[in-house]
C-alpha cells in the first residue's frame, strides 16, 4: 500500500505496534509524519524505528581528513541528515518514551550504495 506519511489512511489505535525503517529521512514535515504514527498506534502500543543518523557517518579511506570532510558533506546534503538522533527527542516532546539502542553498521561496499548521488553531490561541492 501506498500512501502518504503526512496524512495515514488508518484510524486512530489501529495498531498495536508500528514499524518504520528509514521513514523520517524524506518527509518534508517530520514532525507531522511522526504525530501521524502515533496516532494510528493505540495508546500502550509500540513503534519500532530504524533511522539512519546520516550526519554522524563515516566513510572508510586513507585521507582521513577527505573522509572526514565528505561525511560532512553527505551529512549536509540529505534530507533530514540528523534525523537518527531527532526522532528521539521528537518522540519525547510527543509524551511518547524513546529507548534508544545505537547501531554502528560497517560496510566496505563500494559505490552500489552511494554512486547514484555522487554526480550531485559533486556538482554541489
Not at 4 to 25: C, I, K, N, Q, Y
Not at 57 to 79: E, I, K, P, Y
Not at 80 to 92: E, H, K, S, T
Amino acid at each position: 500500500m501506498l500512501g502518504d506519511a503526512h496524512h495515514l489512511p488508518f484510524p486512530d489505535g489501529t495498531f498495536d505496534r508500528s514499524h518504520t525503517m528509514e521513514t523520517f529521512v524524506t518527509p518534508p514535515d517530520t514532525h507531522q509524519a511522526l504525530r501521524e504514527l502515533m496516532r494510528v498506534t493505540r495508546p500502550g502500543g509500540r513503534v519500532l524505528g530504524r533511522e539512519t543518523d546520516s550526519d554522524a557517518g563515516g566513510m572508510l579511506g586513507s585521507d582521513l581528513a577527505l573522509m572526514r570532510r565528505f561525511s560532512r558533506f553527505f551529512g549536509d546534503h540529505v534530507n533530514n541528515g540528523a534525523i537518527g538522533r531527532r526522532v528521539i527527542g521528537w518522540c519525547r516532546e510527543l509524551g511518547w518514551s524513546a529507548d534508544v539502542v545505537a547501531a554502528v553498521g560497517v560496510s566496505e561496499e563500494r559505490g552500489a550504495g552511494q554512486a547514484w548521488l555522487i554526480e550531485e553531490w559533486l556538482i554541489d561541492a
